[in-house]
């Protein structure tokens, strides 16, 4: 089944409109769920279904597994997403600003202009996935593993003790608070780094990168190490 979440909003203005959001989820897709009172929702195995077009900011996802779904335009805000495995799984248009994202698993997930900002998100696996032009600004993102994943332009600061294996990174920027990463095996291309980052991080090639001083490109090589003493 792949139902369209754009009708359960048409269907709230009917005579169920008194039910609570997770209520309504539950009751017209018939998804094998189960719920708390507390607002909490969980999929114990869901399959190919599209959430579209839904405003869901503040709900509770725990304890759940989702695979070949697709969340399209749709508001995450200062929501829980926790303790989940994801197979297969695009999100699009998707905010999940100032949003609580903790020990989840992203296998072979696609996040197409995804907004992080101000989320916090930890012990997190990514195992083949792909990132393109989301937003990380201000986020904490601390204790996560990114394995042969890809990230495309996205702007990166707040992130601190993740590790990075055999991953590629095209047009990106490293700013602020971007520290204590471990990148393995990885290629760059059209990157700039703040240059009082590089002692920071670790496994990233001064020859790969551009790297900034006051948001100024430094010219070359020697620059940078006279900088760096």
């Not at 997770?22 to 009172?37: D, E, F």
């Not at 799984?89 to 992203?106: G, N, P, Q, R």
């Not at 760059?188 to 006051?214: A, P, T």
Request: proline share 1%.
């Amino acid at each position: 089944m792949n139902f369209q979440l754009r009708n359960i909003i048409a269907w709230d203005n009917g005579k169920h409109k008194n039910l609570s959001l997770y209520s309504r989820m539950v009751s017209y897709m018939n998804l094998p769920t189960k719920i708390s009172l507390k607002g909490e929702l969980i999929f114990k195995d869901i399959e190919q279904q599209t959430f579209e077009n839904l405003e869901a900011q503040k709900l509770t996802i725990k304890n759940s597994i989702v695979r070949n779904c697709n969340f399209v335009n749709v508001n995450l805000g200062y929501c829980d997403l926790l303790s989940s495995k994801l197979y297969r799984t695009s999100f699009k248009d998707v905010s999940f600003i100032c949003a609580d994202i903790y020990s989840l698993w992203f296998s072979e997930c696609n996040f197409y202009n995804v907004d992080f900002s101000g989320a916090g998100i930890e012990d997190i696996s990514f195992i083949n996935c792909q990132f393109n032009n989301c937003i990380f600004e201000n986020v904490g993102l601390k204790n996560c593993v990114f394995s042969d994943s890809c990230f495309f332009n996205p702007i990166s600061s707040g992130f601190i003790l993740n590790q990075y294996n055999n991953c590629i990174f095209e047009q990106c920027i490293f700013k602020g608070s971007f520290q204590y990463q471990i990148f393995d095996k990885c290629k760059f291309k059209d990157v700039e780094m703040e240059y009082s980052l590089l002692k920071y991080n670790f496994g990233i090639g001064k020859k790969e990168i551009q790297f900034l001083k006051n948001n100024i490109k430094i010219g070359n090589l020697t620059q940078l190490y006279e900088l760096l003493e």
